[in-house]
């Protein structure tokens, strides 16, 4: 399928939002039943309820552009998801297990702001103001929970993790 125009781009990479989103609402789950750690486990819940509003204001995107919601394959969620249930499987001590699911949600964290920053940055380009303007505040939210994943990092106890 050719691909000819910042639109169809646009339209495309909202696809790929959609199912990354859909697909962390699994995994928020899983990474806050897996941690042991009582602050860790609250920020993935809280997360997950924010995700559902990146996923109702991506339908709302659909909608503006006369689209129905669609789901894209995001094989880069698809791939981080994938590198962290290797190490699950792994059998880690759950001090590092720990870690490693804030690690891991950072790293996804990272690939949905780079996705939410092309596309409000397209959309604003494209003329879809109102779109742009939803798009920006997933950013903004997916901005503030990889810092709030930061600060959990910052103040985890990693002397513990390594005895």
Sequence with gaps: MAMDSAQELFE????????????????????????????????????????????????????????????????????????HRELADMDPDQDVLDIGNVTAAQKTEHYEIAAYGNLALMADRLGMDEAGDLLHENLEEEEAALEKLKDLTDQYDFETAAA
Excluded at 13 to 42: G, K, M, N, P, S
Excluded at 46 to 73: A, K, L, N, S
């Design 12 to 83: 495309h990479e909202l696809e790929d939002i959609y199912y990354a989103e859909h697909e962390l609402l699994d995994v928020l789950d899983q990474l806050a039943e897996q941690t042991d750690h009582e602050e860790i486990t609250r920020a993935f819940e809280e997360h997950r309820e924010e995700t559902e509003g990146h996923i109702d204001r991506v339908e709302q995107v659909f909608e503006m552009i006369g689209e129905p919601p669609e789901e894209e394959e995001c094989e880069g969620i698809q791939g981080l998801v994938e590198e």
